[in-house]
């Protein structure tokens, strides 16, 4: 039998819309891109969303609305893909990058309290897995060291305090506490890249909590100066009669996202309820089938928080790295894909030539080292994931 890790789960409503947006003439950023940014807000119980290329982008214009750059200094964690960390670098802040807790894919908050100082300007805690972080602890700290905050702009002058930037890459539909992602950070930033819950093949989206003193309106307009140039109209006005004219009002950069890519989220995001749904039914049979003391599972719901379930991810329990990297291997000559989430920035030579060194963050190579992600998408069958269960308790 072979089981993918994570085919995109495409539909004849995607392809329709697709085929739709082809021949309305439209395909570059327009009617159906503002459309899908209308409907995410709405996901997500906020006024506004920008809609760009992905949640890279989406985090590298956030910190650019924001003003962070060089002399500022932006914490994430060492547990994460790169793209939480090189954001920070690509504006010229300082990553200031700290462990997870122990036994926990998410970020220290001790640590994260630790590694403030006046030069902290935002963090990026990262919701993996799906997974939301613990973000009454995050406003907590933030609030407490308020007094350390030295705002440099107007916009940081009005948020008063270190902003909370999440990436979400991997939590668009989950809630923690009542409130849905989106709604709890003071920005978030979420991916749609083909691996994704909710796919625009590639592409991501940014939403915001209202801030008091500051247009949303304004907001917006920012990232969309920010994602296409420093244009002050973009095509969709630009095409309207006698509105040819434009300014270029600051050099910017090019990050927008198409009508071709919103008209599959627009499709996709009709599908959601149903696909976190089934994705909510192979974990919990995941779950049950993997009942062993020998495997540690992600835990995606409780009481207080309700998991995307985005990725699957498993612990081989006193198992060390060439174990795991074994059980893979075994795995895959058996039809099944798995993959690690993640290789901790620290391990990689970027990161490495930057004076990070992984020594540094003990409990996040514990988490790395014998860790597995398996197959877990929308496609997947009841006889895939038994035959994964079965596999890897035969193999471990």
């Known amino acids: 039998m072979k089981v ?15 085929v739709d947006t082809l021949k309305s003439g439209w395909i570059t950023t327009g009617p159906k891109t503002k459309l899908f940014e209308k409907n995410i807000a709405d996901f997500c119980n906020v006024d506004r969303a920008v809609c760009l290329n992905s949640a890279t982008a989406s985090m590298e ?26 954001v920070i670098h690509h504006v010229g802040a300082k990553i200031v990058m700290v462990d997870t807790l122990e036994n926990s894919y998410h970020i220290d908050y001790e640590s994260l309290e630790k590694a403030i100082t006046s030069k902290t300007k935002a963090m990026i805690p990262v919701d993996v897995g799906g997974v939301m972080c ?15 905050f030295n705002p440099s702009n107007e916009l940081q002058e009005r948020m008063g305090r270190i902003t909370v930037i999440a990436d979400a890459a991997h939590s668009l539909g989950a809630v923690y506490k009542g409130n849905v992602s989106g709604e709890v950070a003071d920005f978030t930033c979420f991916s749609m890249h083909a691996v994704k819950n909710l796919t625009t093949a590639e592409g991501g989206a940014v939403v915001w909590r209202d801030i008091e003193g500051v247009s949303n309106e304004d907001i917006y307009s920012e990232y969309m100066l920010l994602s296409l140039h420093g244009q002050s109209k973009d095509a969709l006005e630009k095409s309207k009669v006698g509105q040819w004219e434009y300014d270029i009002v600051a050099p910017n950069y090019k990050c927008n996202m198409t009508d071709i ?61 060439d174990f795991r990297n074994h059980i893979i291997t075994e795995m895959a000559r058996k039809g099944i894909s798995t993959n690690v989430h993640y290789k901790p920035l620290p391990l990689h030579t970027a990161y490495k030539d930057l004076g990070f060194q992984i020594e540094g963050f003990p409990n996040a190579f514990k988490m790395y080292e014998n860790e597995i992600t398996l197959p877990l998408h929308t496609k997947m069958t009841t006889e895939q994931v038994k035959y994964v269960c079965q596999t890897l308790l035969s193999l471990i």
């Open 4 to 18: 993918e890790f994570s085919p995109p789960d495409i539909s004849q409503r995607e392809i329709d819309e697709v």
């Open 261 to 321: 890519m919103a008209s599959i989220g627009l499709a996709q995001l009709e599908r959601y309820p149903d696909l976190l749904k089934k994705r909510k039914e192979l974990i919990m049979m995941y779950d049950e089938l993997l009942n062993s003391d020998r495997v540690q599972k992600v835990k995606h719901f409780s009481d207080e928080y309700k998991s995307s379930g985005h990725l699957y991810m498993v612990r081989l329990i006193d198992k060390d790295e």
């Open 61 to 86: 214009m956030t910190l650019r609305l924001l003003g962070i750059g060089k002399g500022d200094e932006v914490i994430t964690t060492a547990y994460t893909y790169s793209a939480s960390a090189s």
């Open 134 to 148: 613990d973000y009454d602890k995050i406003f907590e700290i933030v609030n407490r060291k308020r007094d350390l």
